[in-house]
């Protein structure tokens, strides 16, 4: 856009022609002199007149728009006698340099581009002007809202902001062929590979309760948030839109596929945004999404797992590289939103806050992580405002307690030893991982110090280590906390390996690169080799062998053969397929729900259900014993009781897999061996017989 020009004039005294007129802050080029216009003059060899060009009116009056014709010998620069040229037009405010986190910008007038695309000037439209005397908003304009222009504009910027999410058309085609490689291989046999898990009949129970106002079926404690449950709720009604809604584990799993899916997705567009190359993002995908250790877990129905694709979604947008302010408060948000799904995971608030401050202005660097943790504490604080509401925030006499609970989870819940315990049940957990995959957790310890030492994967390796850093403190180990390890594992293996080879390449003389390389390359492929094979079988077994088989058939013949008037002690995993397949499900007082199918560890822990059923397991006509009852006895002693009291009336599978229906005695004690002794149960089929951590 042309600039007003100075014009020169004698004792270096400027034209006075600019402030003869009150509307020469309007302008645009014109057409020539009309009537009503007339000649200003200045004193010296210049002489300069306004001529009226346009006129425009509106809701806000009339508005004359005047161009400046000047005649002078004396002109700057090539300007000839004269010559015709507008007032000085409104331009845009140059940002400072680097606001909001990213470097400042040429700005180009709004009025240039405007006039470029044949538009009326920026001040006219929202001012609601026009040139003929009427206002503009009472035009045919094609992005009115509901028209076909608004619909195109609105397709046009989705379109955009969907290129914007990749870098390339090539880095969508990568992504597309490796989600279709992880749903073949995590899909095939999902629901029969693991077997079915306690965890998993807990979460998919909270969202059959959602389903029928409550966040659980019992006395919601606050052992976790209800985010991820909630999602379960809102995945099965949708796919349930046009029949009936089945709350099932099958269903549940389905989600969890869906969330791998993303998860992989997230974890590339991540890796491209730490400069990893095409190669290296994709390998950190296969990574993490083909590794037994991860398909075992990704595929279980628990909170981890939508849990960390928010937390993948967090990180890649604190590495956004326009680095918008919302992209952080976004990041905050999300961050919160892992946090509502699994508590677990505010271990890892110092690897984002590093990875959010390595990617701002260093001049704007507070401002943007006052924004990130503004909007991380206003989303999270949503679960306090709940507990507050139900006057639950605080311990009291006859109610849970937010507080209460957590004080629980970090002081006195019971802990599951130490890690060089051989006999400890962190030790068990620890190596159940190491059997189903000793390599990624291992190589990602290994690079470590590669990763630390590059800037880019710095914070990822921080996320990492803080992770392992929690499984050597004394306390409680939940089975399923591996899952947070796999995705900046991956990325740490993956980036190690490209920066070493980045590194390869520009040593000299070439004569030791070459030698550096053999020495790494010919161990590296043995290595590849031995964990690619590895994985394969172990691969190959999770999309063919059925694990589920005994689970399925004491469920379809406690359905066929127990009478509706008998009551079940049963684990939660047989409590969400009974109450959908025809058992009580009426609401009962207290707030829990279901007369006659009770889970076992309410029978200890819930006041309302030990009201409802003073006498314990003697109430009781059936127990399902399965290895999650039997492995946790210790703990729950009226499934003790019953167990002892009972005789086998079917019985599934064979070893400590079996699953046992029982038929209770209120006599004398029908098992005279007594209660099974408490045993860790085989992790390849339950991955976490405990209660849900």
């Keep these: ?29 014109g057409s020539g002199p009309v009537a009503g216009s007339g000649p200003v003059t200045g004193s010296g060899p210049v002489t300069a007149r306004l001529v009226l060009s346009r006129r425009f009116t509106g809701p806000i009056g009339t508005i004359d728009l005047y161009t400046q014709e000047l005649d002078s010998h004396e002109v700057i620069g090539n300007e000839r006698r004269g010559f015709r040229r507008p007032l000085a037009p409104l331009t845009e405010d140059r940002p400072e340099p680097g606001s909001n986190g990213h470097a400042a910008r040429q700005p180009r007038a709004s009025d240039a581009r405007l006039r470029r695309d044949g538009a009326p000037p920026l001040w006219i439209q929202l001012f609601g002007l026009s040139a003929n005397g009427s206002a503009s908003l009472a035009l045919p304009d094609a992005r009115q809202p509901g028209s076909a222009g608004a619909i195109a504009a609105r397709l046009g910027r989705a379109g955009a902001r969907l290129r914007s999410a990749v870098s390339s058309p090539a880095d969508l085609a990568v992504q597309l062929g490796l989600l279709a490689i992880v749903a073949v291989v995590v899909g095939v046999n999902l629901l029969h590979w693991p077997g079915v898990q306690f965890d998993e009949g807990t979460y998919v129970g909270n969202a059959w309760a959602v389903h029928h106002g409550a966040l659980a079926p019992y006395t919601y404690s606050y052992g976790h948030p209800p985010l991820a449950w909630l999602l379960i709720f809102a995945w099965t009604w949708a796919t349930g839109i046009f029949g009936h809604a089945n709350f099932s584990i099958d269903v549940a799993r389905e989600l969890m596929l869906t969330v791998t899916l993303v998860s992989c997705s997230l974890l590339y567009t991540l890796a491209r945004r730490l400069d990893f190359s095409r190669a290296a993002a994709a390998g950190a995908v296969i990574l993490f999404a083909l590794s037994p250790l991860a ?49 677990t995971t505010l271990v890892m608030l110092p690897a984002l806050l590093l990875a959010v401050a390595q990617n701002v202005d260093r001049r704007t660097r507070r401002y943007c ?31 849970v307690s937010l507080l209460g609970e957590i004080t629980v989870q970090l002081v006195t819940r019971q802990g599951t ?8 049940i962190t030790h068990a957990t620890v190596q159940f991982w190491l059997q189903l995959d000793p390599w ?21 390796a921080l996320a990492y280590l803080i992770q392992v850093v929690m499984i050597f403190r004394p306390g409680y180990l939940p089975a399923m906390y591996v899952i947070g390890l796999l995705p900046f594992a991956a990325l740490m293996v993956a980036g190690s ?13 070439r004569r030791v690169g070459w030698l550096l390389a053999a020495a790494i390359v010919a161990p590296a492929s043995v290595v590849v ?11 190959r077994a999770a999309m063919t062998v059925k694990m589920d088989g005994p689970t399925r058939a004491a469920e379809r013949w406690a359905v066929e053969h127990i009478p509706r008037n008998k009551r079940l002690i049963v684990g939660d995993e047989f409590w969400v397929y009974l109450v959908q397949n025809g058992f009580d499900a009426s609401p009962m007082r207290g707030g829990f729900f279901s007369r006659s199918v009770v889970s076992y560890w309410p029978l200890d822990y819930d006041p309302a259900v030990k009201r409802r ?34 005789r086998v009336v079917a019985s599934f599978g064979l070893g400590a897999e079996r699953i046992e229906i029982r038929t209770i005695e209120r006599g004398a004690p029908a098992n005279t061996a007594g209660p099974a002794k408490p045993a860790w149960p085989n992790w390849r089929r339950h991955g976490g017989a405990h209660r849900a951590g």
């Design 497 to 509: 390996v490209e920066a070493l080879w980045r590194k390869w390449r520009v040593m000299n003389p």
């Design 417 to 424: 030893g130490s890690l060089f315990d051989p006999h400890s």
């Design 369 to 399: 992580l006052a924004v990130f943790m503004t909007f991380f504490l206003v989303t999270g604080l949503v679960y306090e405002l709940y507990a507050t509401l139900k006057g639950e925030l605080v311990p009291g006499r006859g109610h």
């Design 529 to 539: 080799l031995d964990v690619a094979k590895r994985w394969i079988r172990e691969d």
């Design 440 to 460: 990624l957790v291992g190589l990602a310890l290994l690079s470590a110090p590669v990763a630390l030492a590059r800037r880019s994967t710095r914070a990822v």
């Design 1 to 29: 856009m042309d600039r007003p020009r100075r014009i020169r004039r004698p004792g270096g005294m400027r034209s006075q022609a600019t402030r003869a007129h009150p509307h020469n802050g309007f302008a645009r080029s």
């Design 295 to 343: 398909i075992f877990y990704h595929r279980a129905v628990l909170l981890d797992n939508p849990a960390l694709a928010w937390v993948l979604a967090a990180f890649v947008l604190a590495r956004s590289p326009q680095r918008r302010l919302w992209a952080f408060a976004a990041s905050g948000a999300c961050f919160a939103a892992a946090l509502l799904s699994k508590e």
């Design 613 to 646: 059923f003073p006498g314990g397991w003697r109430e009781f006509d059936y127990i399902i014993s399965t290895p999650a009852v039997r492995s946790t006895t210790n703990r729950t002693p009226t499934a003790a009781q019953a167990l002892t009291h009972s």
